[in-house]
């Protein structure tokens, strides 16, 4: 049990208590030896600033109010990064459809509840506070989702029916499941596609049918995973092969310079607070998207191809207007 769970038992137990709480009922109720109750009851009164005291006379701690002790009790402060992990845990987690896989990681979501919104005074206002948007989430088939993960789990194939945007026909494919990843509010299946011999990535919202098959999966080595997820600009498999060159306006530099767009980008500031991002990338289709939500404020410098592909994307959009 984390720190600040015993803590918040501790004194949601003197909360509760008419009585002064004695350290063998403290001990026996946390499971926890006295050692242990003392350093938390400690850490109570000297970091969370609880009224919290020894009755001698009753033999065992309890809350002391008055005008002396005005200060609040807070949970636990964690930096930018911590508290950004547990939010997005936590929304990942609450993504998963109803199932099988939602209700075994149940305890997992209220643990992360816990660490998140629970206040050892019980309140929870913090969860009005602090949230995590996911923009553009689609709805993932709750069936499908648990026969992938299963699938994945047990490392074997499966037969799906898949229907991409760039088609809109369902192909029947049979699939070895790789990685799955939860990527700008949406689920993605990096899997090797016998039908190509190749790894793909399908978007979990436009399998229309999945079934498991008793067929081992092929295995796939985690050098060539990583080299073939973890390069390219976004979602798209394949390896990094064209590097883009982007400068930005001192405008939207003041944005952009703080980003991080790919584990191995490049940023180079100008005097003129304009800056150069340089990206590696194997497909354009969202690098050329993020580019555009830009408009004026950003030139493609190279290569070539991307930058044609975004003037032609600007003139179609021109000829709306």
């Known amino acids: 049990m984390a720190r600040y769970e015993r803590v918040s038992e ?5 909360s509760a208590s008419q ?3 004695s350290l063998n009922q403290l001990c026996s109720s946390l499971d926890a030896s006295t050692a242990t109750i003392k350093r938390l009851v400690r850490f109570l009164r000297d970091e969370l600033h609880a009224p919290v005291i020894f009755d001698r006379e009753g033999g065992g701690y309890r809350l002391e109010h008055d005008k ?3 200060k609040s009790i807070v949970g636990p402060t964690y930096d930018s990064k ?6 997005s845990a936590h929304e990942i987690l609450d993504q998963i459809p ?12 209220t643990r992360l509840e816990k660490l998140l919104y629970k206040r050892p005074t019980g309140h929870t206002g913090l969860r009005d506070r602090v949230a995590l948007q996911l923009p553009q989430k689609r709805d993932t088939n709750e069936e499908h989702f648990e026969t992938v993960v299963t699938a994945l789990a047990t490392q074997m194939r499966l037969s799906i029916a898949y229907k991409s945007r760039s088609r809109e026909v369902d192909t029947d494919r049979t699939v070895s499941p790789q990685r799955l990843t939860f990527y700008r509010s949406n689920w993605y299946l990096a899997a090797w596609c ?3 011999l190749d790894l793909r990535v399908f978007a979990l919202d436009r399998i229309s049918q999945a079934a498991m098959t008793p067929i081992p999966s092929h295995p796939v080595s985690a050098k060539t995973l990583s080299s073939r997820l973890s390069t390219a600009y976004g979602i798209f498999e394949g390896e990094a092969t064209t590097t883009a060159r982007l ?10 310079a703080d980003e991080e767009w790919h584990p191995k980008q490049r ?3 100008f005097d003129d607070g304009t800056v150069e991002l340089h990206v590696p990338y194997f497909r354009s289709q969202e690098l050329k998207m993020d580019i555009l939500r830009f408009g004026a404020d950003v030139e493609v410098l190279s290569p070539k191809a991307l930058r044609q592909e975004v003037a032609d994307a600007l003139k179609a959009a021109h000829q709306l207007y």
């Open 68 to 70: 002396h002790h005005s």
């Open 194 to 196: 016998h039908r190509t």
């Open 19 to 21: 009585e002064p709480v």
């Open 98 to 109: 109803p199932g099988i896989f939602r209700r075994e990681t149940a305890s997992l979501r």
């Open 10 to 14: 501790i004194y949601e137990l003197l």
């Open 247 to 256: 400068r930005f306006t001192a405008n939207a530099a003041r944005w952009v």
């Open 82 to 87: 911590e508290l950004s992990a547990l939010l």
């Open 267 to 269: 940023l180079i500031r």
